[in-house]
C-alpha cells in the first residue's frame, strides 16, 4: 500500500477544509445540471433531423450514446494524467469552458453530423467529477474520504434530478433551449470556478511528467495493476458499473411490458429513486463509514444491490417491484466505500490517473452494457422477462466475492478499514 504520500494528504486538508469541497460540490452540481438538462430533448432532436422517422432515430439514438461513452473511455484517462501534471483547476475550468462552447455548438447545430460532434466533444470534456474526485482526495484525509465521495455523487444525483426536470420545461418551448440553457450553465460554472475555486494539487505534490503511457486507456489499467488488492477493486467497480447500466438501458421498456407503466408513473418512480440514491450518498454514507468502516459498509452497499435487482427481476406486480426502489438506492453505498479503498492504494501523484483510469472502465462499461442488457432482455420476454435483472444481480455477486477474497488473506488490512482508522 502506497500510504506515505497519502499522509500529506491529511496536513493539507485544514488549509482548504470545508468551503474547498463545497466550491468542488458546486462546480460537479453545475455540471450535471448541464449535462441532465439536454436528456430530455436530445433523443427528440434526432427525431426531427431524421424527418421524424423513429425507427432510423432509436438507432442514432444507440449511436449517440456508444460515442458518448467511447469518448469517455479514451479521453478520461488523458484527463485525469494531465490534473495529475498541471493541477486539477486548470483541468476543471477548460472542461467547463469546453463543455459551454460545446453545447452551444449543439444548439446551433443545422445538421445530425453537427449535433454528432457536439457529442463526441461533450464527452471528451465531461471531466468534472473524475476530476473532482481527484480534488477531493487532495484535500481530504484518507478516513473520510469515502464520505466526500458520497456527497459528490450527491451532486451528481441531484444535477439528473432537476436537470432532466428543467430540460423537459424548457423543451416545450423549442428543443434548442435546454441546449442554450445548459450552455450558460457550463459558462457559468467556468467563471464560478475561475474566481472561487483554489488549486488542490501544489507543484511539489504533482507528476513530473506528462506520460502518454499513463494517459492512454490501456497504459491506465497498469496503475490498476501496480497493487494486488487494487487491481481486485478495478474488477469489483467494473462489474458494478455493468450491473448499474441495466437501469437506464431497459428500465423504461421492462417496466412498460410487465407492469404497462406509463410516462407518469415511470418518470414519477425514476424521481423517487434518484431522490432515495441522492439522499443514502449525502447523509447515510458517512453515518456507515463511521459505524462500520469503509469495507463492511462496502459489502452492506452490494448486498443491499443484489437483492434489489433480485427483487426487480422477479416481481410480478407494481407493488413487488417498487419495494425493490429502496434496495437499489440502499446499493449507492457500495461506491463511494469502493472509492474510498481504492484512493487509499495509489499516492497523491497518481489521484487523477486512477480516476481517469475508473471513468474509463464506466465508458467501457457504457459502451458494452446496453447493448448486452437489452438483448437479453428481448431474447428472454417469452419466458423470463426479469432475465436482465437477474445478471445484474449476479453481476453484483460477483463484485462481492472479489471484494471477499481480495481482503480474505489481508486481515490486518481488513482490522483497519473495518475500524475507520
Known sequence: MNGEPNTTNGLRAPQHGRAAFIFIFITVLLDMLALGVVVPVLPKLIVQFEHGDIALAAKQVGVFAFLWAAMQF?????????????????????????LGFDYLLMAWAPTLNWLFLGRAISGITSASFPTGAAYIADVTPEDQRAAKFGMLGAAFGLGFIIGPAVGGLLGTYGLRYPFWAAGALSLLNAAYGYFILPESLPPERRATSFSLR???????????????????????????????????????????????????????????????????????????????????????????????????????????????????????????????????????????????????????????APIMFTYIFAAAIPRLPGAAYWLASLRLVGSFVIVWQVFRTATSEVGVTASGD
Open 74 to 98: 479514451l479521453f478520461a484517462p488523458v484527463i485525469g494524467v494531465l490534473s495529475d501534471r498541471f493541477g486539477r483547476r486548470p483541468v476543471v475550468l477548460l472542461s467547463n469552458f469546453g
Open 214 to 368: 499513463k494517459a492512454n486507456p490501456v497504459g491506465s489499467l497498469v496503475l490498476l495493476r501496480s497493487h494486488p488488492e487494487l487491481a481486485g477493486l478495478a474488477c469489483a467497480l467494473f462489474l458494478y458499473y455493468l450491473a448499474h447500466e441495466s437501469l437506464p438501458s431497459i428500465w423504461v421498456l421492462y417496466t412498460d411490458f410487465r407492469y404497462h407503466w406509463g410516462p407518469a408513473v415511470t418518470g414519477g418512480v425514476l424521481a423517487a429513486v434518484g431522490l432515495g440514491s441522492t439522499l443514502v450518498s449525502a447523509l447515510l454514507i458517512s453515518l456507515a463509514i463511521k459505524r462500520l468502516g469503509e469495507l463492511r459498509t462496502l459489502y452492506t452497499g452490494l448486498l443491499f444491490g443484489i437483492v434489489g435487482f433480485a427483487v426487480y427481476a422477479s416481481a410480478t406486480n407494481t407493488v413487488l417491484f417498487v419495494i425493490g426502489c429502496p434496495l437499489i438506492s440502499l446499493w449507492g453505498l457500495a461506491g463511494p466505500a469502493m472509492q474510498g479503498l481504492m484512493s487509499r492504494r495509489v499516492g497523491p501523484t497518481e489521484q487523477g490517473q486512477l480516476q481517469g483510469a475508473n471513468t474509463s472502465m464506466f465508458g467501457v462499461a457504457g459502451m458494452i
